[in-house]
């Protein structure tokens, strides 16, 4: 459980800097401080078990079904990485307080800090590689939010957004990779994962593997050649480029390296991607560093090469020089991090970073001075110096490797490497504290407050110590995290200051004094470097990233330029494409099943049809035309759904009919009644070729499927319907109770739809479109009697009667034909037909119904119908049946669907009225009617009648 | 009779998606019309055609129709009607805000052209036009 702790500490801590900025600076640091060391604490609880070689584990199972487990567990590794995470991370935050200015939201900073923080955490102690990609990204997240910081500098924002882009790409190919690796072990917890070795290793998928998850690596790290974000980086505040790039964030590609050694490693790929990427990146890198002018430039760059240096280090895949790499990176994290708060504090105190500007420094600031020769020193691999101790034991394992069959390149190679870092590092300090002193410093220098340098004083202390008792200070310390790197081998080595005359002696030798020349002669040597190439990574990325983009928009807005015609086009070329590839791969043998026979008035219908589909196709531009040879296409249609066994879907589909064509009308009443010929021939043509392709594909699939045999799932239903939901006809049965779950969501889904109709007419009548109403003139000629006796005084008759035929198909519906969707519907065209005789005015002055709350009510009946059953102990929906005997009427059965069916009726009600009322008042409101209110006055504006204006 | 009612679907298809792809709102709203008739005629006909048998529990029936694909194709008519419906509205409150019926955006505001300075810079992290930079 503490080690959840651990990592959610930093997390519950994120929330608390914000509020406590209130109380003051201090109080703000202080908590952010409390949290860290509180977490810390924990992690330094489980040291002993730890130093034994055992392994603390805590687990639950989180999302079993995708092998997600929130797992964690701490053993060598994973320790001293979190103890470097915390143990730095509260250095940081004291530095942090003093450097902060009182402009800087310091609260916000110590939020992102503390989150980036428990993201690290999160990385280095999960369980699982799934959660350690999801903390894995939230350490790009936290860290594009801590580089982003100082938001009004444009450096700043672009550093972000680069590291983002980079890390974050990387981050994604190393998701695939843990993917795969995860497929490959059947697991995706790491302990299983790490047990696995051999099957890894002879996967055909190893290689894909290793590549994705190295991609992630290899930009976290910010290893060559995607080393370019780091420096960018470096235009966050210092204790942000001190904790993230350098000790921390950076690490992470490398403790991910580490991690995965014991099953990657070893392998001839592993050797030639990870060794040489390392070597290559610790040459480039230390290269540029030598000539970076900008102080954080030079140590980011020198950061870089480091990285470098560790990553070729456990590319070679000998478990001593995973020891060596293991010291390195605490030798690196504690040299580095003391330099980067020094370079933080030069640039507080005198106002600059850039190294021509500065000189002298060493009587201006003498505790500064100090700290620097101790660490630079280090960097540089002077003896008696923790640097020293693992730089030898590189430069050994180096003259011991072999590339490509041949012993020097990597000896050589590194050689030189070592050569630029000191000299790199001599530059720092001497050419920041030696030398004259200046008169022009922008500020004037003095060392800083005891808070900003005795963070990196204590680092210092750590150099030295390490440096001159390496086995006694860090042995155990490198014994068990090499243990866990190298999968618990033990191995025979030691760490000492003196290894007599070796190689590895002589090759440091050479880089001191080559470094040293090099400083000596440096004006010559900068004048050399002056005349040659400057490859720009940045300008690179930019063109890169500008050339992705423009690829991006041209695609964008080739497909998607703004005109329906061409994504309705795309769409049904891409279905026809899919169908086509589909069809291609599959059986193209002729069915079995018997067909039925063509009686003559099927063909007839047929005849009908084509003839009318033709119709619409030639004649869509006479709009009232194209609207009537619908209406027959659809009467087609229900006769249809009679013929073939489907009495329900025929009484749905003619009423549907029948409401969409008065909406359309309606509709059409304002739309222009024809369309112009505008598309070319070519158009013509290519639509006609597509439609045509549509429907041979649909056609074509629907001949394959019927005249094939198949198996349903229907058999259930039939057998269940009048004991399990207490009705014969087993297709209301089904939509009201067996299914009754899809049908309330449809009723909601109609619901919507009337709802959204309702919104966009009665946006109509207000405003610039309300007035273009309002001055709207009729483009067709008026009938003169626009209420005919003869059709008002016949609706209103039937008005009952209609009514009285819904309610019985209602009533019917559960056993024979019928049910609350047709009943709705008819009740409905009922209701509408008052509108379209008598006017609107007249009948919406009668019907004082909401149809709004028509629609609710009606989904309101229909959920609790459904929570009906919760009450008694079922599922959901689930239907019941009552028997009542009646006096006269005899037994009667009562099904709970039934009230769910009337759910369903008032949606369907309501949903329609709400649709074809709202397009009448529009109609209304164009032609300024006035309302009848006499009960047969078939047309109020008659003069001599009572007049009566539109309420 | 089966290959009646496959061509039948593929001649509504047809004429739906040829109607689907006009440049005025009222076509395109027909288009929708017939490619529901075609889709809803298509899912029906799943259950395969039988003649003159029911779909209600009966002593005296022999067999029974597929009720299930009937089901779902009776709800599928009610909702092809509110989208019927959704379109027909959307392109009547359209015509009137717009003053056309295309259903295209209009030529001035299609294939928008960004400025590729800005949006570089936005991306790439370029430097940012002035003004852009806060």
Same mark, same amino acid.
């Given at each position: 459980m503490s080690l959840v702790l651990i990592v959610m500490l930093p997390f519950i801590g994120a929330v608390f800097p914000p509020l406590m900025i209130r109380a003051g600076r201090n109080a703000c640091a202080m908590t952010s401080f409390t949290v860290t060391l509180l977490a810390f604490v924990l992690l330094m609880a489980h040291a002993g078990t730890v130093f034994n070689g055992e392994v603390v584990r805590a687990s639950w199972t989180w999302l079993p079904a995708l092998g997600l487990n929130a797992s964690f567990f701490v053993d060598g590794l994973g320790f001293f990485f979190a103890g470097l995470i915390l143990g730095i991370g509260l250095l940081i935050i004291i530095y942090a307080r003093f450097y902060l200015s009182k402009d800087d939201p310091m609260g916000t900073f110590y939020s992102y800090l503390l989150l980036f923080q428990g993201a690290m955490v999160g990385i280095v102690l999960s369980d699982n590689i799934l959660l350690l990609v999801v903390f894995w990204e939230l350490t790009s997240l936290s860290s594009f939010l801590l580089i982003g910081y100082w938001k009004h500098l444009p450096d700043g924002r672009r550093g972000a957004r680069m590291a983002l882009t980079v890390t974050a790409a990387g981050g994604l190919a190393m998701i695939a990779g843990m993917l795969i690796l995860g497929d490959i072990a059947g697991s995706y917890d790491l302990t299983d994962i790490l047990l696995q070795r051999e099957a890894i290793q002879n996967s055909p998928l190893y290689l894909p593997a290793l590549v994705l998850i190295l991609a992630g690596c290899f930009t976290k790290s910010a290893q060559f050649p995607f080393h370019f974000w780091l420096p960018h980086a470096m235009a966050a505040p210092t204790p942000v480029s001190a904790y993230l790039h350098s000790a921390t964030m950076v690490?992470?590609?490398?403790?991910?390296? /580490?991690?995965?050694?014991?099953?990657?490693?070893?392998?001839?790929?592993?050797?030639?991607?990870?060794?040489?990427?390392? @070597?290559?990146?610790?040459?480039?890198?230390?290269?540029?560093?030598?000539?970076?002018?900008?102080?954080?430039?030079?140590?980011?760059?020198?950061?870089?090469?480091?990285?470098?240096? &560790?990553?070729?280090?456990?590319?070679?895949?000998?478990? =001593?020089?995973?020891?060596?790499? %293991?010291?390195?990176?605490?030798?690196?994290?504690?040299?580095?991090?003391?330099?980067?708060? *020094?370079?933080?504090?030069?640039?507080?105190?005198?106002?600059?970073? #850039?190294?021509?500007?500065?000189?002298?420094?060493?009587?201006?600031?003498?505790?500064?001075?100090?700290?620097?020769?101790?660490?630079?020193?280090?960097?540089?691999?002077?003896?008696?110096?923790?640097?020293?101790?693992?730089?030898?034991?590189?430069?050994?394992?180096?003259?011991?490797?072999?590339?490509?069959?041949?012993?020097?390149?990597?000896?050589?190679?590194? *050689?030189?490497?070592?050569?630029?870092? &000191?000299?790199?590092?001599?530059?720092?300090?001497?050419?920041?504290?030696?030398?004259?002193?200046?008169? #022009?410093?922008?500020?004037?220098?003095?060392?800083?407050?005891?808070?900003?340098?005795?963070?990196? $004083?204590?680092? &210092?202390?750590?150099?030295? @110590?390490?440096?001159?008792?390496?086995?006694?200070?860090?042995?155990?310390?490198?014994?068990?995290?090499?243990?866990?790197?190298?999968?618990?081998?033990?191995?025979?080595?030691?760490?000492?200051?003196?290894?007599?005359?070796?190689?590895? @002696?002589?090759?440091?030798?050479?880089?001191?004094?080559?470094?040293?020349?090099?400083?000596?002669?440096?004006?010559?040597?900068?004048?050399?470097?002056?005349?040659?190439?400057?490859?720009?990574?940045?300008?690179?990325?930019?063109?890169?990233?500008?050339?992705?983009? #423009?690829?991006?928009?041209?695609? *964008?807005?080739?497909?998607?330029?703004?005109?329906?015609?061409?994504?309705?086009?795309?769409?049904?070329? *891409?279905?026809?494409?899919?169908?086509?590839?589909?069809?291609?791969?599959?059986?193209?043998?002729?069915?079995?099943?018997?067909?039925?026979?063509?009686?003559? %008035? $099927?063909?007839?219908?047929?005849?009908?049809?084509?003839?009318?589909?033709?119709?619409?196709?030639?004649?869509?531009?006479?709009?009232?035309?194209?609207?009537?040879? &619908?209406?027959? =296409?659809?009467?087609?249609?229900?006769?249809?759904?009679?013929?073939?066994? /489907?009495?329900?879907? /025929? @009484?749905?589909?003619?009423?549907?009919?029948?409401?969409?064509? =008065?909406?359309?009308l309606l509709a059409l009443n304002f739309l222009p009644k024809e369309t112009p010929r505008e598309s070319g021939r070519g158009r013509h043509v290519l639509d006609a070729a597509l439609a045509g392709a549509a429907g041979l594909g649909v056609g074509g699939a629907a001949w394959a499927v019927l005249t094939r045999d198949f198996e349903t799932l229907s058999g259930y239903y039939l057998e269940q319907s009048v004991p399990g939901g207490g009705g014969t006809n087993v297709v209301n049965v089904i939509l009201v109770d067996f299914r009754g779950f899809d049908t309330f969501g449809e009723i909601i889904v109609l619901g919507i739809a009337a709802l959204a109709i309702f919104a966009l007419l009665d946006g109509a009548m207000f405003g610039a479109v309300g007035r273009k109403l309002a001055a709207w003139v009729p483009d067709q000629t008026r009938a003169a009697d626009r209420h005919p006796l003869m059709l008002a005084v016949a609706t209103r008759v039937m008005l009952p009667l209609s009514l009285l035929v819904g309610v019985f198909i209602f009533l019917r519906g559960h056993n024979v034909p019928g049910g609350g969707f047709i009943a709705g519907l008819v009740v409905a065209i009922a209701l509408i037909v008052q509108y379209m005789a008598s006017g609107f005015g007249w009948a919406a002055q009668r019907m004082k119904v909401d149809y709004h709350a028509l629609i609710g009510s009606g989904v309101l009946a229909a959920a609790l119908t459904g929570i009906g059953s919760w009450m008694a102990g079922y599922p959901f929906l689930t239907s019941t049946v009552w028997h009542f005997e009646l006096p006269l009427l005899g037994e009667l059965h009562v099904a709970s669907a039934m009230f769910f069916d009337i759910g369903v009726f008032l949606v369907v009600v309501g949903a329609t009225m709400l649709a074809l009322a709202n397009l009448s008042r529009i109609g209304r409101r164009a032609e300024h009617l006035l309302v009848n209110r006499e009960p047969m006055d078939v047309d109020p504006s008659r003069p001599g009648l009572a007049r009566s204006r539109e309420s | 009779m089966e290959f009646l009612v496959a061509s039948g679907v593929g001649v509504l298809t047809a004429a739906g998606v040829y109607l689907l792809l006009r440049k005025r709102t009222f076509p395109v709203v027909l288009g929708l019309a017939l490619l529901s008739y075609a889709t809803n005629v298509f899912l029906f006909s799943m259950g395969r055609l039988t003649v003159n048998l029911p779909p209600v529990i009966n002593d005296l029936a022999q067999a029974y129709t597929d009720p299930l694909p009937q089901a779902l194709v009776l709800t599928a008519i009610v909702i092809s009607f509110g989208m019927t419906a959704v379109a027909v509205v959307m392109a009547l409150r359209s015509f009137l805000e717009n003053d056309d019926d295309i259903v295209d955006l209009p030529e001035s505001a299609m294939a928008l052209d960004p400025d590729p300075e800005a949006a570089d810079a936005d991306v790439a992290g370029l430097d940012a036009p002035p003004g852009a930079s806060r």
């Open positions: 690490k992470a590609g490398i403790f991910l390296m /580490a991690r995965m050694w014991p099953v990657l490693a070893g392998t001839d790929e592993w050797f030639y991607i990870v060794a040489t990427t390392g @070597l290559l990146t610790m040459l480039i890198a230390a290269y540029i560093a030598l000539f970076k002018d900008d102080l954080k430039g030079l140590l980011a760059f020198s950061t870089v090469s480091h990285l470098g240096l &560790v990553t070729m280090l456990l590319g070679f895949g000998t478990p =001593i020089a995973a020891v060596a790499a %293991v010291f390195h990176i605490l030798n690196h994290a504690t040299f580095k991090a003391a330099l980067f708060m *020094t370079a933080g504090i030069v640039d507080h105190e005198t106002g600059t970073r #850039d190294i021509k500007r500065l000189g002298g420094l060493a009587h201006l600031m003498p505790i500064t001075a100090t700290l620097v020769m101790l660490a630079g020193a280090s960097m540089a691999g002077l003896p008696l110096l923790n640097g020293f101790l693992s730089k030898e034991m590189m430069l050994h394992e180096a003259s011991l490797t072999d590339w490509g069959g041949l012993g020097w390149p990597v000896p050589l190679l590194a *050689t030189v490497a070592a050569c630029f870092s &000191v000299a790199y590092s001599f530059r720092y300090m001497f050419h920041v504290f030696f030398g004259h002193r200046r008169d #022009d410093y922008p500020r004037k220098p003095h060392d800083p407050p005891v808070g900003m340098w005795l963070p990196p $004083a204590l680092l &210092v202390v750590l150099v030295v @110590l390490i440096g001159l008792f390496p086995e006694s200070v860090a042995g155990p310390l490198v014994r068990t995290v090499s243990r866990a790197v190298t999968g618990g081998e033990v191995l025979d080595y030691q760490l000492a200051l003196w290894h007599g005359f070796t190689p590895a @002696l002589g090759m440091s030798a050479v880089a001191v004094t080559v470094g040293i020349v090099v400083l000596k002669n440096w004006r010559a040597v900068r004048a050399a470097w002056l005349a040659g190439p400057h490859p720009e990574a940045r300008a690179m990325f930019r063109a890169t990233i500008s050339f992705v983009v #423009d690829l991006a928009l041209t695609i *964008t807005h080739g497909v998607h330029n703004g005109s329906l015609q061409r994504y309705l086009g795309f769409m049904v070329g *891409t279905a026809l494409l899919l169908g086509y590839a589909t069809f291609l791969g599959s059986t193209h043998a002729p069915g079995e099943r018997a067909l039925l026979p063509a009686t003559a %008035v $099927a063909v007839v219908g047929w005849v009908l049809l084509v003839a009318a589909c033709l119709a619409v196709v030639t004649m869509h531009r006479q709009r009232l035309l194209a609207l009537v040879v &619908v209406g027959v =296409i659809g009467l087609i249609v229900s006769i249809g759904f009679v013929y073939l066994s /489907a009495p329900d879907l /025929a @009484l749905t589909q003619i009423s549907v009919e029948v409401v969409t064509v =008065i909406l359309m | -």
